[in-house]
Each structure stands twice: as structure tokens, then as C-alpha cells.
């Protein structure tokens, strides 16, 4: 039986809420059923989906409100949905609470951050270092713009071995990691780009968007088979 992957929405626009459709497809791809997760009118984890769902896939979309990870606003870049940011941390947290797996991208990453207790830059230009561009601007988002160090003993290193290239669609980025992540690749600036947790069987976060490589790319191909492998493997019915 293929395993059903919630996918949380991505964010709002007006009265709608949306998930961009390369990561339904890049789920479907794997061999899994995508199962769109949407926000509620209250903010509240419904049970239902950890009773239907397998694994739980969080996508990229906005800015994280500063208030969740205790600071003031400091830049005018991006634009935040406290509403959307306390649903998929909380249900970040209930997810990992039933050792599910997860993976996260982009913003999913920095949800992962958060939820296991981390914090992240406002804006890149935040860091003391010196950083590259990492909001690429192309014509094809699978287009790749620098490179990234994989640590060796890691998950993703036996899927692309100790380095790649890869896209890049970002201005925040981890500040300090949540417990039970390390770090597992990292950009030629210092900026965290994957982690994994030593602790829950599958919880991994990578800033790039493999969504829009795995077509091309074998290796973001397997990250996506071994995310609903895992799901396959972890399956729980409460």
C-alpha cells in the first residue's frame, strides 16, 4: 500500500490557501499519495491527520514571524502570516511528538528549527559574515547558483556524496540549531543549508528546493524516495 504524505499548505493568498504544484508532483513521483493538509480557522492540529497520514512534507512559502523565535521585527524584507506560522509549528511539534516522519524545505527547514526550540536570521544581511546571493533570480527555479559542502556520516552525504550544487530561494537562514539537529551541509559562507536529527527516524530540513530538481537530479530523486521510504516504514494507525 503506497504511503499518503500530508503536505502542508504553503501560505494564503486572499481568501485562498495554496500548495505549489511541483512538490504534489514531486510526492506523486516517489510513489506516494499527496495529501494537501490546509490551515483551519483556528489554528489547532486536527488528530485526523496523523490518523491519515504517513510522513508529513512542509514547503517553502513566507517569512517566520520574529516574535516566535523572541525577537522584534528588524527588516522590512519578506512578508509574515502569524496564523500560518503557528499552525505549522505547532504541527511541526505534534508530528515529531509521534516520531512521523518529516521533511522540510526552504521555510519547512526553518519550521523544523524552530519547532525543536532553534532561531533563525531575519535577513541574511543580519549575519556578521560576509554572505553570497541566496535569492537567485532565473529563468528555470531547477537552475542551480553555488555549491555546498555535505558532512560525511549524514543521510544526504550517501545520497549526493560530500558536496553539490543547488538552487537557492531564500533571505533567512538558520541561526542556532534546535535541539537534537545537527548540521549537514553547509554554503561556501557558512549558512546552514541541510540538517537532520539524530533523534526521530526521519526528520530532515534542506534550504534548496529539490521539488524543482529531481527531475533532473538524481540525487534530490532519492532524497524524495528515501522521505517516503521512511513514511512506508513508519507507518502508525492511532
Known amino acids: ?13 486572499g481568501n485562498r490557501q495554496f500548495v505549489t504544484t511541483s512538490y504534489i508532483e514531486a510526492v506523486s513521483e516517489a510513489g506516494a499519495v499527496p495529501l494537501i493538509i490546509p490551515c483551519p480557522g483556528k489554528a489547532t492540529c486536527s488528530a485526523k491527520y496523523f490518523q491519515l ?8 512559502g513566507g517569512d517566520i514571524t520574529p516574535l516566535l523565535f523572541g525577537e522584534n521585527l528588524m527588516t522590512e524584507k519578506g512578508s509574515t502570516d502569524w496564523k500560518t506560522d503557528i499552525f505549522h509549528i505547532r504541527f ?5 511528538s509521534y ?29 556578521q559574515e560576509r554572505s553570497l546571493a541566496h535569492m537567485q533570480i532565473s529563468l528555470d ?4 547558483c553555488h555549491h555546498v559542502t555535505v558532512s560525511k556520516n549524514s543521510m544526504l552525504y550517501k545520497l549526493c556524496g560530500e558536496s553539490m550544487d543547488v538552487n ?7 541561526k542556532a540549531l534546535g535541539e537534537t539537529l545537527r548540521t549537514t551541509a553547509i554554503a561556501p559562507d ?8 539524530s533523534v526521530f527516524p ?25 522521505f517516503i521510504r521512511a513514511s512506508k516504514k513508519e507507518r502508525h494507525i492511532f
Open 53 to 60: 497520514c504517513d510522513g508529513f512534507l512542509f514547503c517553502g
Open 141 to 144: 527555479r531547477s537552475d542551480v
Open 1 to 13: 500500500m503506497s504511503p499518503v504524505i500530508g503536505i502542508l499548505f504553503c501560505g494564503f493568498e
Open 168 to 174: 537557492s530561494f531564500h533571505h533567512q537562514c538558520i
Open 202 to 226: 526521519f526528520a530532515v530540513g534542506v534550504q534548496w528546493h529539490p521539488e524543482c530538481m529531481y527531475t533532473e537530479n538524481e540525487a534530490m530523486k532519492n532524497l524524495f524516495l528515501l
Open 190 to 197: 557558512g549558512i546552514i543549508e541541510a540538517v537532520e536529527s
Open 99 to 127: 516520531k512521523l516522519p518529516v521533511l522540510g524545505i526552504c521555510r519547512g527547514m526553518q519550521v523544523l528549527n524552530l519547532a525543536l526550540g532553534g532561531t533563525i536570521y531575519q535577513d541574511i544581511s543580519l549575519r
Open 92 to 96: 511541526m511539534q505534534k508530528a515529531l
